[in-house]
Nanobody, 126 residues
Framework: QVQLVESGGGLVQAGGSLRLSCAAS????????MGWFRQAPGKEREFVAA????????EYVDSVKGRFTISRDNAKYTMYLQMNSLKPEDTAVYYC???????????????????WGQGTQVTVSS
């Protein structure tokens, strides 16, 4: 059973930074692409960023390009999301997820992900 645990959320002022972490159980971490999603109050969960199993390919939703950076450390079974220049509209619960399928590329659709963390709250004040 794969477990994903997010951490690093919190309250920050607009323009500030946070670094989210997603720790995965199991030695198969390095064989699966991973992603970050977020859900703001009253809204559907949306794709934020994804990284391939090797770390060589990444993709982002347009609203975070140039501000957020996704990365991973396969030796530590951990994925990260560095969030800079945060805006109030970034306020949401952030979830990490592991993609279905061994050694497949990145994906934006929730349906492509089979394991999810419990989420971590990010609140950006204006």
């Amino acid at each position: 059973q794969v477990q994903l645990v997010e951490s690093g959320g919190g309250l920050v002022q607009a323009g500030g930074s946070l670094r989210l972490s997603c720790a995965a159980s199991g030695r198969t971490f390095s064989s699966y692409s991973m992603g970050w999603f977020r859900q703001a109050p009253g809204k559907e969960r949306e794709f934020v960023a994804a990284i391939s199993w090797s770390g060589g390919s990444t993709e982002y939703v347009d609203s975070v390009k140039g501000r957020f950076t996704i990365s991973r450390d396969n030796a530590k079974y951990t994925m990260y999301l560095q969030m800079n220049s945060l805006k109030p509209e970034d306020t949401a619960v952030y979830y990490c997820a592991r993609r279905r399928g061994y050694m497949l590329g990145t994906a934006r659709s929730e349906n492509e992900y089979g394991y999810w963390g419990q989420g971590t709250q990010v609140t950006v004040s204006s």
